[in-house]
């Protein structure tokens, strides 16, 4: 039933090269507590001595305020897709790794927490959930629940995992999660239904409460593969401005790191760690196109789609720009940017569907710079101003739509070229992140653009 | 099967007995608590009239802490029954019987014992009349997308509570005929030719300054939780200014008046998440408002507070303001938004449990009708709250998985009421 995606002997060989290489780094790194995920196991006497449960996980000193590489590309097992009424989901297995969870402005030192795993026997466990028609993920935390089981008695009390973001994984949600033993486990995953307002072909759909489980073996073979396969970076990169690319679902693992210090034109500046099938870019297409692949094709248990947004030319109207900015911008990258998140807005014709009646539409859809995640459970209001006057003041609302996807959203009445708009940042994303996520996105100044004349 | 003594401190020992109930627990737990000052509970009166006329009047009986604010009794029962057959005049008397003998036997108060009998919508279904429109007692139902709670759906559930858990233990056995008398007092009658006891709804629990932090041997209770904390959530709650009087909960018409409803959910609780990942701020944060957490208004367990949890009306008010421009709110705020004029409508009396040797809380509540608990849920549920799940007060770390809702009817009507006793049905 499960995909275990095992890997054959010379990969793991290679990778276990790798992860030593990366422990004799780790010294001159600094950052890593003695003892933490050496490779003698933790002595439970469980399973087999000789496979650590976690991999080496060097620290990045000083990080920027902004996305950055990791050290490495993280290895996991994926399981077979599962089908939950109108939803769909796969489940993830890696080791478990610190993550940042968040409660507040992100102001305050405290509203931000890193979580580290306590000992490392147990599982990330996380799964990307979508809705399966559309294939659109569903991005936004509605309270999903899992409970686990071995040999039919529960493991431990029930559980939310957070929402998170991750470069590798998008959007998804997920948890640390220790295993008293080695053994086959099964996950109940109870899905709430949708209360986000939701558009277009996603209206009035995804409200019925589901549930689906699923099962997966923790062992050896399990901890060998997850922590054998992880891929560590060239440590000049470590630290860098840039994200790692989207996982290759189909393969577990593969992808590259897109950078953004030698210029445009050069996001994908070689570093491929994949085995070889790390040009997955075509993969990952834009828009309707994208959506309907993941629809429609049902012979492929194996697609997992990854929460990408479409890019700036995909959304309707007018897109608002920075006043100061000489090109109007093409791409996510060219955007504006807070907290190191990109802000799209546009402003649709009068009459748009979203708007009501013949009123315009402001969307603004803030996203990762490099991957195109959408930056979920944050509050957004702007500004309008005209000759220095506040002509409106509206509250955005988080939205799902089927082919705009998450974004913030309002109907405007009067609202008209040559305005300036500042979009204000209430409150920033909600949302657990993964390494080289988060420094970004908690600190947002507000964004100012103008809404440049019709050409 | 009485637990194995050895592994464990005497409180626990004892309050391990309490779960598991029956004679032999009974004996075990006289022993135990025999090492330390043997002394009786304090007896209690000949005369029932003496007596309070709602059977939930318990607050003026009960201690107070340093603050004034009313502790619960420590030790807890919940037994659920069956009726064996239709009830007629003869088990009216039997049940009446067997309660005042128990209210002989023991003083009303912490040391003593409280109880009270409830009965649920599925015990008056048998009757021919409705009950009074002075009554909102409805079936039991989910009240949130993220519940899909099993319901009780037995007739009559008992609340056994004090400070000495082999009083609850003694005054369930005497209840079911298991003893001749019952601290000091012989034994008239009892309720087991009446009702059957539902072994497998039975309920325990505890609360109390420092009892959580007592069963961090289970692998589901961190180590972390506060030493002194009284609930598992690791934070004092149930202040005075908000809970509701018992005057506010108070049935004030019909046939019933006097009594009050009683809703029961029973939960699991998410304490590694909750104590292991978020951190103190986070969790004020979440439990009172952002605000308490900005101006370290809590302490470590609540000790900061007084008779008041810290809600001003601004700080209520500011709920949605907190939603949306500090992305997180908290539980009490939330909840608190329900007040009428003010006042709380819920008086809480919940206590943790470990039944099924996992954290968990039964939420008892004491609401004038279930509408009233229904809309403070609503409130405590905020889907109207622009706010991520994870962020919304508690939700993140509760699950439900039982609810009930009872009737306590007055004193003189708790045995076996029919469902309009002014009707003469
Ligand atoms: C683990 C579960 C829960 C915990 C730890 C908890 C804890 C608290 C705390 C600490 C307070 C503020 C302090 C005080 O009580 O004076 C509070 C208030 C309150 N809680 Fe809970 N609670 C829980 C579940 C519930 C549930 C299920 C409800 C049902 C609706 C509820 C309703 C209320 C109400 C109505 C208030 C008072 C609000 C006011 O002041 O008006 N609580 N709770
Ligand atoms: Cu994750």
């Known amino acids: 039933m499960q995909d275990r995606d095992t890997i054959d002997r010379r990969t793991f060989t290679r990778r276990t090269a790798a992860v030593t290489g990366a422990i004799a780094l780790a010294g001159c790194v600094g950052g ?54 109108e939803f769909r989901l796969a489940p993830m297995l890696s080791y478990p790794h610190p993550f940042w969870v968040i409660a507040g402005g992100g102001s305050a030192e405290e509203e931000v927490e890193r979580i580290d795993p306590d000992d490392g026997r147990g599982v990330h466990m996380m799964f990307t959930l979508w809705d399966a028609e559309t294939g659109i993920v569903l991005p936004v935390d509605e309270g999903t629940q899992i409970t686990i089981y071995r040999d039919d008695e529960q493991v431990g009390s029930p559980r939310s995992p957070w929402a998170m973001i991750s470069q590798e994984m998008g959007f998804h949600f997920g948890d640390n999660v220790s295993l008293p033993e080695d053994g086959t486990y099964t996950v109940e995953v109870t899905i709430t239904p949708v209360s986000t307002t939701k558009t277009g072909d996603l209206e009035g759909r995804l409200e019925e409460r589901q549930t689906a489980t699923f099962e997966f073996v923790y062992d050896d073979e399990f901890r060998h593969e997850v922590v054998g396969g992880v891929e560590y970076l060239d440590e000049d990169d470590w630290g860098r401005r840039g994200a790692l690319g989207p996982m290759d679902h189909g393969h577990g693992e593969g992808g590259h790191a897109h950078g953004e210090e030698h210029g445009d034109g050069h996001h994908d500046d070689g570093h491929q760690h994949g085995d070889g099938d790390g040009h997955h870019d075509d993969g990952h297409q834009h828009g309707d196109e994208h959506r309907d692949d993941g629809g429609h094709d049902d012979h492929d248990h194996h697609h997992v789609p990854y929460s990408e947004l479409p890019d700036v030319d995909e959304y309707p109207g007018t897109v608002l720009v920075d006043p100061d900015a000489d090109e109007r911008p093409a791409e996510t990258m060219d955007l504006p940017r807070s907290g190191d998140g990109a802000f799209l807005a546009t402003l649709t014709e009068p009459g748009f569907r979203l708007a009501d009646g013949d009123e315009r539409y402001l969307l603004v859809s803030p996203r990762t710079p490099y991957n195109r995640v959408p930056l979920a459970d944050m509050s957004l209001s702007v500004t309008v101003e005209r000759d220095g006057e506040t002509v409106a003041e509206p509250s955005l609302e988080q939205t799902l739509d089927s082919e705009l996807d998450l974004h913030y959203g309002t109907s405007v009445a009067d609202v008209q070229p040559g305005d300036s708009v500042t979009i204000t940042v209430e409150s920033p994303p909600q949302v657990a992140r993964h390494r080289g996520y988060e420094t970004a996105f908690l600190e947002m100044p507000p964004v100012e653009l103008t809404i440049p004349e019709e050409s | 099967m009485v637990p194995d003594r050895s592994s464990l401190s005497r409180r626990e020992y004892v309050r391990a007995l309490v779960a598991t109930g029956g004679a032999g627990a009974l004996s075990a737990c006289l022993d135990a608590v025999d090492d330390g000052e043997a002394t009786a509970a304090p007896s209690g009166t000949d005369d029932p009239d003496s007596l309070p006329d709602r059977q939930h009047a318990w607050n003026d009986t009960l201690s107070s802490d340093d603050d004034g604010n009313v502790l619960l009794p420590e030790h807890h029962a919940l037994v659920a029954l069956s009726l064996r057959a239709e009830p007629n005049e003869e088990d009216r008397d039997t049940v009446e019987a067997a309660f005042r003998t128990i209210e002989r ?135 005075r200014e908000s809970q509701a009087t018992e005057d506010r909960v108070t049935i004030s018409e019909g046939p019933f008046s006097g009594g009050t409803t009683q809703q029961l959910s029973s939960m699991d609780l998410q304490l590694e998440v909750w104590f292991e990942q978020d951190n103190h701020y986070q969790r004020v944060s979440k439990l009172f408002s952002p605000e308490h957490a900005e101006e370290e208004l809590v302490g470590a367990f609540g000790e900061r507070l007084e008779t008041a949890s810290g809600l001003t009306d601004d700080r209520i008010e500011a709920t949605a303001a907190d939603a949306r421009e500090r992305g997180v709110v908290g539980h009490a705020q939330k909840a608190a938004r329900a007040r009428e004029n003010g006042d709380p409508l819920l008086l809480r009396r919940d206590f943790n449990t470990v039944d099924g040797d996992r954290p968990g809380l039964h939420f008892l509540s004491l609401q004038r009708g279930i509408d009233e608990f229904v809309r403070v849920r609503e409130a405590m549920t905020g889907a109207d709250l622009d706010v991520p799940s994870a962020n919304n007060g508690l939700l993140h770390y509760i699950f439900v998985n039982r609810r009930g809702n009872y009737l306590l009817p007055p004193r003189e009507h708790r045995a076996l009421p029919p469902a309009d006793p002014g009707s003469g049905a």
């Open chain 1, 32 to 85: 890593e507590e003695p003892g933490d995920g050496d490779e003698t196991g933790d002595g439970d006497g469980n399973g087999d001595d000789d496979v650590a449960a976690v991999p080496e996980l060097p620290e990045i000193e000083d990080p920027p305020d902004a996305v950055y590489v990791p050290t490495h590309r993280e290895a996991m097992r994926m399981l077979e897709p599962i089908d939950a009424g």
């Open chain 2, 105 to 239: 036997a023991y003083e009303w108060s912490n040391e003593g014992l409280v109880f009270t009998v409830g009965y649920t919508p599925a015990y008056f279904a048998r009757y021919d009349g409705s009950l009074p429109d002075s009554v909102d007692l409805p079936e039991p139902v989910a009240l949130t997308d993220r519940e899909d709670p099993a319901f009780d759906e037995y007739d009559a559930l008992l609340h056994l509570a004090s400070d000495r858990p082999e009083v609850v233990l003694e005054a369930e056995e005497a209840l079911f005929g298991d003893r001749e008398t019952v601290n000091g007092v012989d034994l008239e009658a009892d309720l087991s030719g009446v009702f059957d006891r539902r072994e497998d709804h039975r309920r325990t629990g505890f609360v109390g300054d420092g009892l959580p932090a007592r069963h961090t041997d289970l692998p589901d209770v961190p180590e972390s939780i506060h030493e002194e904390a009284p609930f598992f959530m690791g934070f004092r709650s149930g202040f």
